[in-house]
C-alpha cells in the first residue's frame, strides 16, 4: 500500500507541473528569431531566501497564459536586419546580444516588427519573464537550475564582457540566458515593492518614468542574476543592457 502511495504521489506531482515546451519552436522570418512556446501555469513570484531586498517583496502566486518568448536575446544579427544600425558598445560578431538598447530603441523596433505583419510583437511582462525563467522548475534560484555557472555569464565567469548567446545551459523551456550575460527589459514600470498584480497584465501607465529590468548581466553578482532580481532601468544607453522578445499570436 505504501509503495501505491508514492506512485501515486508521483504522478500527481507529473500532472500539475507545466508541459515542457522546448519542441514547439516559431521562427520570425524577418529577423530568424526563434521563439519558444512557454505553457502557462501558475507559480510563487518574489524572493523566498532568508533575508531579501524589499524590491522582491512580498512573495505572492501569480498565474500566467501559455505564450511565445524569444529562445535568447535579441542578437546584434537580428536587430540590424530590422535597424539597419547597431547601438552596441562594442564592436563584436552578429552572435553576441545586442546592448546598450534604450527604451526609444526597443520601441522603435518593436514598431517595425509589428508592421512586417507576422505578429504582435512586445517586450515579456515581469510576471511572464520570472515564470518563463524557472522554466518548470519552480523552486529554482537561478534560470535553470542553483548553480550560476553553468546558466549565467556574470561577474565570476564572463571577464567583464557579454558572450555570444546559448553558450550556457537553458532552462526546462528551451531558454536561454534568462540569467545573465545582458539585463533584459520588461512592459512593467518600476516599483518600489512587487505590487499585489492578478495575472500578466502589464502595467500601462503613461506617466511611467522607469521599468523593470530582468536577469542580471555579465557584470552582476550571484544575487543578481537570481530568478527573482530586478532592478529599475537607468535613462543612459548601458552596455550592460538588452532585450528578449515576446510574441502575442499564435501561428
Given at each position: 500500500?505504501?509503495?501505491n ?12 507541473r ?18 519558444v ?5 501558475s ?7 532568508a533575508h531579501c531586498?524589499?524590491?522582491q ?9 501559455g505564450?511565445?518568448?524569444s ?15 547597431d ?6 560578431a ?17 514598431q ?15 510576471t511572464e ?11 529554482s ?5 542553483d ?8 561577474i ?5 564582457a ?10 526546462g523551456?528551451?531558454?536561454y ?11 512593467d ?14 502595467y500601462k ?8 529590468l530582468?536577469?542580471g ?6 544575487s ?28
Amino acid at each position: 500500500m505504501r509503495g501505491n502511495g508514492v506512485i501515486l504521489a508521483m504522478m500527481a506531482f507529473l500532472l500539475c507541473r507545466p508541459a515542457q515546451a522546448a519542441e514547439k519552436i516559431w521562427t520570425d522570418p524577418q529577423t530568424g528569431i526563434d521563439f519558444v512556446w512557454v505553457p502557462g501555469g501558475s507559480f510563487v513570484m518574489g524572493c523566498r531566501a532568508a533575508h531579501c531586498p524589499e524590491s522582491q517583496l512580498p512573495v505572492q502566486t501569480r498565474s500566467v497564459p501559455g505564450f511565445w518568448l524569444s529562445r535568447t536575446l535579441v542578437t546584434r544579427a537580428q536587430w540590424a536586419k530590422v535597424m539597419q544600425q547597431d547601438p552596441s558598445v562594442a564592436k563584436k560578431a552578429g552572435g553576441f546580444p545586442v546592448d546598450q538598447v534604450h527604451w526609444q530603441d526597443l520601441t522603435a523596433l518593436l514598431q517595425r516588427l509589428n508592421a512586417g505583419g507576422h505578429g504582435v510583437y512586445r517586450l515579456p511582462t515581469e510576471t511572464e519573464w520570472e515564470y518563463a525563467c524557472h522554466g518548470g522548475q519552480p523552486n529554482s534560484l537561478y534560470c535553470g537550475g542553483d548553480d550560476p555557472g553553468k546558466v549565467a555569464w556574470y561577474i565570476l565567469n564572463s571577464n567583464r564582457a557579454s558572450h555570444v548567446v546559448a553558450t550556457k545551459a537553458a532552462n526546462g523551456f528551451g531558454l536561454y540566458d534568462m540569467s545573465g550575460d545582458l539585463w533584459q527589459w520588461t512592459a512593467d514600470c518600476w516599483s518600489e515593492t512587487l505590487p499585489k498584480q492578478a495575472g500578466a497584465a502589464a502595467y500601462k501607465d503613461p506617466a511611467c518614468e522607469a521599468h523593470v529590468l530582468k536577469g542580471g548581466s555579465w557584470g552582476a553578482y550571484p544575487s543578481q542574476v537570481q530568478a527573482s532580481a530586478r532592478r529599475a532601468d537607468t535613462d543612459v544607453k548601458c552596455p550592460y543592457i538588452g532585450l528578449r522578445l515576446a510574441r502575442s499570436s499564435v501561428p
